[in-house]
Nanobody, 116 residues
């Protein structure tokens, strides 16, 4: 069973930066999209950013201009560079791989806390 392993979360002050990484436990063929979602306490999980195998990206309006998603398809790894972080970005961040065969994989989640 493939696992997605996330890293890079933590505590940062407002205006700071973090870089999240999500790597598959083994090389994966047939990835259609890679994405990052987040869930704050009492709220539903929502899309932060996604990238297709061809490199097209999509961002939530709240993070446009501050977050950048990128991927290394050969390594089955996706990244999320987060700049100018705000307290409202505080959440558990999950990575997701959507496969061409409609299977879905999720990471275990990594906590991001933005606070002074």
């Amino acid at each position: 069973q493939v696992q997605l392993v996330e890293s890079g979360g933590g505590l940062v002050q407002p205006g700071g930066s973090l870089r999240l990484s999500c790597a598959a436990s083994r090389s994966m063929l047939g990835i259609n999209t890679m994405g990052w979602y987040r869930q704050a306490p009492g709220k539903q999980r929502g899309l932060v950013a996604a990238i297709t195998r061809g490199g097209s990206t999509n961002y939530a309006d709240s993070v446009k201009g501050r977050f950048t998603i990128s991927a290394d398809n050969a390594k089955s790894t996706v990244y999320l560079q987060m700049n100018n972080l705000k307290p409202e970005d505080t959440a558990v961040y999950y990575c997701n791989f959507g496969m061409r065969n409609s299977n879905d994989y999720w990471g275990q989640g990594t906590q991001v806390t933005v606070s002074s």
